[in-house]
């Protein structure tokens, strides 16, 4: 399923500030067990989505700011970028764009030995990369 925050809008041109924070992390492992962590000590993502290029878990951090944390889909990031300026995007929807999924599931295939392209799919029901 796509999915798109219905209280998204467009943010004004002057208007000042950050819309989030994002951190990239190496391995699918190491979001595994960053997620499984945080939820450990009661901290839970109020939205994750497979963006295909990357697969993103969304915090707010204690003063409400959006906090990302994500892994890349794809070998390189010249692949990211160009995926990124791809037509690909266009089908994706406009931001926050992605597949939603459960990061639950997400950690039993890791655990299990999923292959990085199967846990690069978590969410996107056609399969496609």
Known sequence: MIFEDPDTV???STAAGIDHIGYGVVSFG???RTYERLKAD???PF???NHRFTTSLYYHDPD???VELSVDNLPTK???YAF???EQMEEIGRPPFGYTFDPNELAKLYHEGASQDQLARIGISD???
Do not use: A, K, W, Y
Request: aromatic share 4%; with cysteine; hydrophobic share 25%.
């Open 42 to 44: 009661g901290i839970t």
């Open 78 to 80: 010249e692949e990211c």
């Open 10 to 12: 467009d943010r004004p």
């Open 84 to 86: 990124v300026r791809s």
């Open 127 to 129: 399969g496609r990369q």
């Open 47 to 49: 939205m994750q989505l």
């Open 64 to 66: 409400g700011n959006e």
């Open 30 to 32: 190491d979001f595994v």
